[in-house]
């Protein structure tokens, strides 16, 4: 077989290995997207350990994925896509940029984020079942400070 022929199979099969980022890199790309969005880098830095860890590769049973947890659909109205890194913190933070216009304020975006906006709009507050979320993540802001 011809080098070139080799070398062709194994970038084939490396361009689907994942590419793994460290928890220190995606806090950095958070850091940036939140700033480049006009967000507090600390809430979503906090919403980002509550949701996944910080784990790209994290999905849930409801169908959420990635850092951010957006629903893949959710992702594609948004014109990106929920199982790129990138994408997926810059729809998190996009996501919850828009909660926050919509509600004026961290606790109601972060309780929409959590329980949906029509859940928060319905009583115009924190759903008691959304509320340990919207406080632990509130919490463990002060830490990203």
């Known amino acids: 077989m011809k080098l070139k022929n080799v070398l062709f199979i194994i970038i084939c099969l490396f361009?689907?290995?994942?590419?793994?980022?460290?928890?220190?890199d995606i806090?950095?790309?958070?850091?940036?997207?939140?700033?480049?969005?006009?967000?507090?880098?600390?809430?979503?830095?906090?919403?980002?350990?509550?949701?996944?860890?910080?784990?790209?590769?994290?999905?849930?049973?409801?169908?959420?994925?990635?850092?951010?947890?957006?629903?893949?659909?959710?992702?594609?109205?948004?014109?990106?896509?929920?199982?790129?890194?990138?994408?997926?913190i810059?729809?998190?933070?996009?996501?919850?940029?828009s909660m926050y216009n919509m509600f004026g304020s961290a606790e109601l975006a972060l309780a929409a984020y959590n329980s949906g906006a029509g859940a928060v709009k319905k009583c115009n507050c924190v759903p008691s079942y959304s509320r340990h979320f919207v406080n632990k993540v509130i919490s463990d802001s002060k830490n990203f400070k």
């Open 90 to 97: 810059k729809g998190g933070v996009m996501y919850y940029k």
């Open 27 to 88: 806090k950095q790309i958070i850091v940036k997207q939140a700033n480049s969005m006009g967000v507090d880098p600390a809430i979503m830095l906090s919403l980002a350990k509550a949701e996944s860890g910080f784990r790209q590769e994290a999905k849930a049973a409801c169908g959420t994925v990635g850092v951010f947890q957006l629903l893949p659909a959710t992702a594609k109205n948004m014109g990106l896509n929920a199982y790129d890194l990138n994408d997926n």
């Open 15 to 24: 361009s689907f290995l994942p590419v793994w980022a460290s928890v220190e």
